[in-house]
């Protein structure tokens, strides 16, 4: 715009029509608005009045013209005074001359006709396609060719703005160009179809008990990156167009052997553990065929995405309870009377209650989507109570009988046979200290102490040194003193006795 304005005033100027001194008026010379008002000739009053003429102004010829040409001339003159003006205000909203943006020259634009040009040379821009191609043709906009011309060009004018005279004539601004892989992939299949074979993705499928994975196979087409690193080095030296040889280059699949296997990886872990667990208990398994049956693997740029059927865990989800819930089962220990535990006869165990599990169907299989198939079921505990037991047993020598208690209830009694003569049971408190299902007693030397020798002794529980409850199969006769300081008995009696009566049970023997 600046260059047409001045090569228009160079032509008038040639002509002998106008000449110029100056594109203000003088101070205190009359302007076109008061010659108006008060109906003089602000030519005349610039050449006559009061010094004003020695500041020339004039835009009229030098020699004598009528009146009303000297009114053209003014007109002439302001109107080119406010053409100049105008230039110098839209130097501030144009892009400085010798800006170039991918090649395109832009300098006297505006930002955003800069942009529009450099947008329309890319898609106008024409790809020969050599080779295989046969010479067909393709343009920038058929393969989908993007520049961020917008950003570009208010980047061109806020470092190269045309006020800044010094911003004039600078270096190339250079661009990101790419390509849109569809657009260019259908447009270059359309013109060189004999260059193209699809590539097959790698697979992953479940197989009874696991994930395993399909290989991939590489398929042809034409390099888009190299085709886009020509378009870029044709557009930065402003060409608007450039051959490409068309041929076949290896194509990856979408889905490689690698990411297959890092799925068949994540799935196949996700698989040895899904369930429903309370704490850490796995207290609802579900199986493999199961679980691989709410999922789904879906190709999702590049990668697999896992997917899981919210209505069928629900199905699974709506069966928790039965398998969750249990009544607390209480416990029974074996004390002694110092309230010290003996033996657990039954653990105690807490019951619980399934929670709320309205949302548990979505939750898992937003987990699953994620190869988290742990998932914490909302469980409320119920807790036991527990029942402790004070056993004794009660041997009295008078009368050659063995008596148990449980909470001091008589819970049974018997005729047993004691130490005799010189080896008669020691009387005491005592406790069971050591058990042996069976074990055998005595000397095979029958010549040497104790001087005899039983074998196999069954249910045998010593509570005082050598001396032991423990059954008798080698005589019946019950309530009479027979032994050697053991305390024996029926071996049915010994082995009731014997589960009965847990390490540490205090055995009292008396006359």
Not at 133 to 144: A, E, F, M, Q, R
Not at 175 to 200: C, F, K, N
């Amino acid at each position: 715009m600046a260059s047409r304005i001045l090569e228009r005033l160079t032509t008038l100027k040639g002509k002998g029509g106008v000449h110029v001194t100056d594109l203000v008026t003088a101070a205190g010379a009359p302007t076109e608005e008061n010659s108006i008002v008060d109906g003089t000739d602000a030519t005349t009053e610039a050449a006559t009045g009061d010094g004003a003429g020695d500041r020339h102004a004039e835009w009229a010829p030098s020699e004598d013209a009528p009146r009303k040409k000297r009114h053209i001339g003014r007109w002439v003159g302001i109107g080119l005074g406010v053409l100049a003006l105008g230039l110098g205000a839209a130097s501030t909203i144009l892009i400085a001359p010798g800006t170039a943006i991918a090649g395109v020259q832009v300098g006297g634009m505006t930002p955003g006709a800069a942009a529009e040009a450099v947008s329309n040379h890319l898609g106008a821009m024409q790809v020969t396609l050599t080779g295989d191609g046969g010479d067909k043709h393709v343009t920038g906009s058929d393969l989908g060719v993007h520049i961020d011309a917008t950003k570009l060009a208010d980047k061109a004018f806020a470092d190269h703005p045309m006020w800044n005279i010094t911003s004039w004539m600078s270096a190339p601004i250079a661009g990101t160009i790419t390509l849109d892989d569809r657009a260019a992939e259908h447009a270059l299949r359309a013109q060189v179809p004999t260059v193209y074979q699809d590539a097959t993705d790698a697979t992953v499928a479940f197989h009874g008990t696991g994930y395993a994975a399909t290989p991939a196979k590489d398929g042809s087409g034409i390099d888009l990156k190299a085709l886009t690193a020509a378009i870029t080095a044709a557009a930065e030296k402003g060409q608007s167009s450039l051959a490409f040889e068309a041929k076949a280059a290896p194509v990856a699949p979408a889905i490689s052997d690698k990411t297959a296997a890092a799925t068949v990886a994540q799935l196949n872990t996700m698989l040895s553990a899904i369930g429903f667990y309370v704490g850490t208990e796995r207290t609802v398994p579900v199986d493999a065929a199961t679980a691989a049956g709410w999922i789904t693997l879906k190709p999702d740029n590049g990668k697999l995405t896992i997917t899981a059927d919210q209505a069928a865990i629900q199905k699974t989800v709506d069966t928790l309870a039965a398998k969750v819930d249990r009544a607390p089962v209480n416990a029974t220990t074996v004390v002694n009377s110092s309230g010290e535990a003996l033996d657990d006869i039954t653990p105690g165990v807490a019951g619980r209650q399934l929670g709320d599990v309205s949302g548990t169907a979505a939750a898992f299989a937003s987990q699953i989507s994620k190869g988290n198939g742990s998932f914490a079921l909302p469980v409320k505990d119920t807790p036991f109570s527990s029942t402790s037991l004070l056993r004794k047993v009660d041997v009295n020598l008078s009368t050659e009988t063995l008596t148990v208690t449980e909470n001091g209830n008589v819970v049974d009694s018997w005729l047993i046979s004691s130490g005799r003569g010189d080896f008669a049971t020691h009387t005491g408190s005592f406790t069971v200290n050591w058990k042996l299902d069976s074990q055998n007693m005595g000397n095979t030397d029958l010549t040497k102490a104790p001087f005899y020798y039983q074998p196999n002794v069954k249910w045998v529980m010593y509570f005082n040194g050598d001396e032991a409850l423990h059954g008798v199969y080698w005589h019946d006769n019950w309530g009479t003193p027979m032994s050697h300081g053991c305390v024996g008995m029926p071996e049915w009696r010994a082995e009731w006795l014997f589960d009965w009566s847990p390490q540490g049970t205090e055995v009292n023997v008396h006359y």
